[in-house]
């Protein structure tokens, strides 16, 4: 069962922000958010994740809800380069592996 | 500084014959990982291991096998393929597996695309 919703694709203009939503509102206390893209025919790249408080990084910015029940992940000047499959996880303290939904399929368009 | 590798990069199996994948890692990593990668699916754990000598099954193990003997190589095992076992694998590290430690990182390889006929 998904523990995250995403919307399916998304289109964004290139040198524009791009913002992507997850829902994730079973989300438990000790659960992190984490943010993973697929550029096509390559391997995962970890982004950022976070707890509770907003978290910031050379590559993204990640906004979570003071509810925790949903999150939005911000690439500020999106290049065509930002063009991939993108990855909503949650994942327990300890030693919890990373479950992989279908994510969000960002097209940056020139 | 390679990252994870995999070999070999493509490969065409007949139903019923073997083969491994390999991956090997230069980072020192005490994890690593399997995953499968269906066509427009998510990754799915195959196997894992936390240390030389030390493995475990993930989601989907059923087919499959692993060792690791060193810190470094990961191969996975393809016994009897089937034609179920096609799909894209990646092998992952990481230093740490605690989530919320910034050590926990998983690092990918470039993947191995099999097709089993």
């Known amino acids: 069962d998904a523990k995250t919703t995403q919307p399916t694709s998304m289109d964004c203009a290139e040198g524009r922000a791009a913002n992507l939503p997850c829902n994730h509102s079973?989300?438990?206390?000790?659960?992190?958010v984490y943010w993973y893209r697929q550029i096509h025919s390559q391997g995962p790249q970890y982004i950022i994740h976070?707890?509770?408080n907003n978290e910031t990084n050379e590559m993204a910015s990640l906004i979570i809800t003071e509810d925790r029940k949903s999150s939005t992940l911000i690439l500020p000047h999106a290049t065509l380069r930002d063009t991939a499959v993108y990855y909503c996880?949650?994942?327990?303290?300890?030693?919890?592996?990373?479950?992989f939904g279908k994510g969000t399929r960002l097209s940056v368009i020139a | 500084n390679a990252g994870v590798t995999q070999t070999p990069k493509f490969r065409i199996l007949k139903i019923g014959q073997s083969m491994t994948l390999q991956c090997t890692q230069d980072?020192?990593?005490?994890?690593m990982y399997w995953y499968r990668q269906d066509p427009g699916m998510g990754l799915k754990l195959i196997y894992y291991?936390?240390?030389?000598?030390?493995?475990d099954k993930g989601e989907v193990p059923n087919g499959y096998n692993v060792s690791r003997s060193t810190t470094e190589d990961f191969p996975l095992r393809l016994e009897l393929a089937a034609p179920s076992q096609t799909s894209v694998y990646f092998c992952?590290?990481?230093?740490?597996?605690?989530?919320?430690?910034?050590?926990?990182?998983?690092?990918f390889g470039p993947g191995t695309r099999l097709t089993v006929l």
């Open positions: 976070g707890l509770k």
């Open positions: 079973t989300i438990s206390g000790n659960e992190y």
């Open positions: 992952a590290s990481s230093e740490h597996a605690l989530a919320g430690d910034n050590r926990d990182t998983q690092y």
């Open positions: 980072m020192n990593h005490n994890y």
């Open positions: 291991s936390v240390g030389a000598g030390i493995t």
């Open positions: 996880i949650l994942r327990g303290s300890g030693n919890t592996p990373l479950v």
